[in-house]
T-cell receptor, first 111, second 118 residues
Framework: GQNIDQPTEMTATEGAIVQINCTYQTSGFNGLFWYQQHAGEAPTFLSYNVLDGLEEKGRFSSFLSRSKGYSYLLLKELQMKDSASYLCAVRANTGGFKTIFGAGTRLFVKA | ETGVTQTPRHLVMGMTNKKSLKCEQHLGHNAMYWYKQSAKKPLELMFVYNFKEQTENNSVPSRFSPECPNSSHLFLHLHTLQPEDSALYLC?????????????????FGDGTRLSIL
């Protein structure tokens, strides 16, 4: 079967760095996405990894290790507006391509 | 503005009512999706339309009926819903799914319809 695990909640301080982890078990792995979702709003695309390593995009970076079934999203120089849910999603080919979402990690940024 | 518009934003209905949710995308995409989002649970994929053809029905009860008249519009018709169907219903679109070559295409989501069943 397919399974995605991420912490339910995290709290961090403005200006700090936070790492949100995601582990997955799936067959036919075909890429991993991170989305940000503010309360009452649409999820928005942050990053995509399909090869091992780190992808950097401004204050946000995403890492993937396919052999370990592991990814993390790294947020630097945290701002209050970064308080949101962060969704890890895996695209898999299981007799057809499908994107499976984790339950999301709620990040609280405090002053 | 994500390019995906859902209406209504909020809907309260009784269990015997019939209503429809509407989704429209202005991104030129060819794949559209319905998801259910309940508190503290993963996004649940309900239906997928790829180039106007339904390619996924994720064991969704028949009281939910999708319709995709063209690649820009997607509807979810609701009939005789249950209290446990109360949730946020999200529509998304992406470039048409042609397998591996579409792997890096993210989905663009609407703001959702908050549905409450009395």
């Amino acid at each position: 079967g397919q399974n995605i695990d991420q912490p339910t909640e995290m709290t961090a301080t403005e200006g700090a760095i936070v790492q949100i982890n995601c582990t997955y078990q799936t067959s036919g792995f075909n890429g991993l996405f991170w989305y940000q979702q503010h309360a009452g709003e649409a999820p928005t695309f942050l990053s995509y990894n399909v090869l091992d390593g780190l992808e950097e995009k401004g204050r946000f970076s995403s890492f993937l290790s396919r052999s370990k079934g592991y990814s993390y999203l790294l947020l630097k120089e945290l701002q209050m507006k970064d308080s949101a849910s962060y969704l890890c999603a895996v695209r898999a080919n299981t007799g057809g391509f499908k994107t499976i979402f984790g339950a999301g990690t709620r990040l609280f940024v405090k002053a | 503005e994500t390019g995906v518009t859902q209406t209504p934003r909020h809907l309260v209905m009784g269990m015997t009512n019939k209503k429809s949710l509407k989704c429209e995308q202005h991104l030129g995409h060819n794949a559209m999706y319905w998801y259910k989002q309940s508190a503290k649970k993963p996004l649940e994929l309900m239906f997928v339309y790829n180039f106007k053809e339904q390619t996924e029905n994720n064991s969704v009860p028949s009281r939910f009926s999708p319709e995709c008249p063209n690649s820009s519009h997607l509807f979810l018709h609701l009939h005789t819903l249950q209290p446990e169907d109360s949730a946020l219903y999200l529509c998304a679109s992406s470039q048409g799914d042609r397998g591996f070559h579409s792997s890096n295409q993210p989905q663009h989501f609407g703001d959702g319809t908050r549905l409450s069943i009395l």
